[in-house]
């Protein structure tokens, strides 16, 4: 009797935390102004450390099978912008990609790099690739532009606009 009425306690603590903590982070809030819609988004709990997670993803409209995308991926991990830079080089070098560029940038005060490349990466068609990661506090957004090589430059200045409008909202200490 005793530990089913502990159980009982103790599930009405941990789901009243979690129910708190819903309510206590405010919903992002998604607005179309091409499909003329608004949406709240999903209050998902955040990743657990050392993991990675595709956060939010768009897509145009699908071209020779492939819809041109821009998707973020958030890491939850601390890391410096030379030690990502270093293990997505050695990442890249395992597949046939060529690096068109790769600088330094400045996002909001955060160090971060943009990386250009081609290359097959996933299946067996080449694609192009333009990422901005941005190194903040205690997680790495990784925001990635995709399109086929022979495309890339319709979608490049959207991408682009996209990239330049990042910026991550927690306050540096």
Do not use: W
Not at 75 to 83: L, Q
Not at 143 to 171: M, V
Request: aromatic residues 10%; charged residues 25%.
């Amino acid at each position: 009797m005793k530990k089913t009425v502990l159980a009982f306690f103790f599930g009405i603590v941990l789901t009243g935390t979690a129910f708190s903590f819903q309510n206590a982070v405010k919903r992002s809030r998604y607005s179309d102004e091409v499909y003329k819609y608004v949406i709240d988004t999903p209050r998902f709990k955040m990743i657990d450390e050392n993991k990675q997670q595709s956060v939010v993803g768009f897509m145009a409209p699908a071209e020779k099978g492939l819809s041109a995308n821009l998707n973020v991926l958030v890491e939850r991990r601390k890391t410096t912008r030379e030690a990502h830079r270093k293990l997505s080089i050695e990442q890249l070098k395992a597949f046939d990609v060529n690096i068109i560029a790769d600088k330094d940038l400045k996002v909001s005060g955060r160090d971060a790099y943009s990386i250009e490349f081609e290359g097959i990466l996933i299946g067996n068609r080449p694609l192009h690739y333009l990422n901005l990661i941005v190194v903040d506090i205690d997680r790495v957004y990784v925001i990635t532009c995709t399109a086929l090589p022979d495309n890339f430059a319709e979608y490049e200045k959207e991408f682009r606009a996209c990239l330049d409008s990042f910026r991550p909202t927690q306050a540096i200490p």
